[in-house]
């Protein structure tokens, strides 16, 4: 039976410091995550924030706007039947 070679694996290290830690890319100073500038002047960029959550707030906001206007136009009609028969005579008309 043939032995396998073992292959060396290269085990490269970065410099990355330590949690909490960020490193400066000019300067290779450790410096703490929320530094928006470094002491050499390096500036950070920073993450730009989403707005998805007040797309969802809109949203749920205009839901719950047409299920309101839905059971107000079933109260007003007297039941679910009555409603959609409205519903399609009007859709009917235009």
């Known amino acids: 039976m043939a ?5 060396a694996t290269k085990k490269t290290t970065k410099k990355t410091g330590k949690q909490g830690k960020k490193q ?4 290779s100073k450790l410096v703490g995550v929320r530094t928006h500038q470094c002491k050499c002047g390096h ?20 839901n719950l706007d047409n299920v309101q206007t839905a059971l107000t ?17 009007l859709q009917k008309l235009g």
């Open 43 to 62: 500036k950070f960029q920073t993450a730009k924030k989403k707005t998805s959550t007040t797309t969802k707030t809109t949203e749920s906001s205009e």
């Open 3 to 7: 032995k396998k070679k073992k292959t």
């Open 24 to 27: 400066c890319p000019k300067c």
């Open 73 to 89: 136009l079933i109260r007003q009609t007297g039941g679910i039947k009555q409603a959609k028969q409205l519903l399609d005579t």
